[in-house]
């Protein structure tokens, strides 16, 4: 019998979040929080939640890894600091949870994961 094994420690995932909580987040404005948006940026142009950053995760999986300085020229806007609350969502929750892991990986120990996403976002 054998069992799949992953890098991301399961334990470790961050916790879920609902729209009642993403909407507080996102009209309060609060500075410790950093809303990022993971899906590509036609996705992004087209609509997303107040206040959100974009870092997509299909093209540019390692974007949180990048030094601020490169990161600061890839995006166009400063790297968050790993002090933030990170809240990830994308268009239904797949990528959002990816992104959330693999952040976790490059140091950001405080996360969300929106997990009803845009559409979610959308249907309220």
Known sequence: QSRQYSVIDSDAAAP???F???KEIASSADPKYVIVDVREP???SA???PHAINIPCKSSPG???LDPEEFKLTFGIDKPSAEKTLVFYCLAGVRARMSEELAATFG???RLNYIGSFKDWLDN
């Open 16 to 18: 879920n979040i609902d």
């Open 20 to 22: 009642s909580q993403m």
């Open 42 to 44: 036609d996705e992004y």
């Open 47 to 49: 609509g997303h939640i």
């Open 63 to 65: 974007a949180l890894g």
């Open 108 to 110: 950001y120990e405080n």
